[in-house]
């Protein structure tokens, strides 16, 4: 949730939407892959955030619940109101490299890999997990995401502070140094920026891959610990 609100209050400040976290926690604590659950709900909401226009809202729904003293159904809705999508659409939404360009509402700069769904579609298999969608053109997404998952007990809680305890020190220790970030999406590129900046690095920005080179030749060699470049850009892509 803390995650969520970092990365997604700013954004939606900066694009006059409103962001709303209704997360009433009614469990026990859960256990779970976060790398994947956290890649999970951030490709929902990136596409929340990039197809809401201006004075909309984005929800993010808590629905979590313990189903015995040893399981929780970890669940939670993405609400927008958006450009929708059409029943037509919504059969091969799951597809990979698929988008819909033709909704009339899409922003016309708005582009993708069209791999984002498919992914969280495969990944909430893996786990066992379902994802539901309720859409209609013009009038916003509903994306509901519901996935059972183990409870933590008091012996795991306690490993986990020792853990905790390890990473806190380890965080301590901050990286330095510029990375050169090659991302034409805005939302993608500003989550990138912020999540490098709290490693303690600098970020110098491209929007496409001729932009990438133009800043590579500019600095002298050596000036970049490490280059992150999109595939697919304008101009010139990742290849």
Avoid: W
Wanted: a negative charge.
């Amino acid at each position: 949730i803390e995650n969520m609100k970092q990365m997604f209050e700013p954004l939606c400040q900066e694009k006059g939407i409103n962001f709303i976290i209704a997360h009433k926690p009614n469990c026990g604590i859960l256990i779970g892959d976060k790398i994947r659950i956290n890649q999970i709900v951030f490709n929902i909401l990136s596409n929340a955030v990039k197809y809401t226009p201006k004075g909309g809202t984005v929800i993010y729904d808590s629905h979590s619940h313990n189903i015995d003293s040893n399981t929780i159904q970890y669940e939670y809705t993405i609400r927008d109101t958006g450009i929708g999508m059409s029943s037509e659409y919504q059969k091969k939404l799951f597809q990979p490299f698929t988008q819909d360009y033709t909704n009339p509402n899409r922003p016309k700069a708005e582009s993708g890999t069209g791999l984002g769904l498919s992914i969280v579609k495969r990944l909430l298999n893996i786990m066992g997990g379902t994802i539901q969608i309720e859409s209609e053109l013009g009038k916003g997404t509903n994306v509901t995401v519901s996935i059972k998952l183990p409870m933590m007990t008091e012996e795991d809680f306690k490993k986990h502070e020792h853990k905790t305890e390890e990473q806190h020190e380890l965080q301590k220790k901050k990286i330095t140094g510029t990375v050169l970030v090659a991302e034409d999406n805005e939302i993608n590129r500003e989550i990138a920026t912020r999540i490098l900046e709290d490693f303690g690095l600098s970020v110098v920005t491209a929007e496409n891959g001729a932009e990438a080179v133009e800043a590579f030749l500019k600095l002298k060699p050596g000036s970049f610990r490490a280059i992150l470049m999109d595939l697919q850009m304008p101009l010139m892509n990742g290849y």
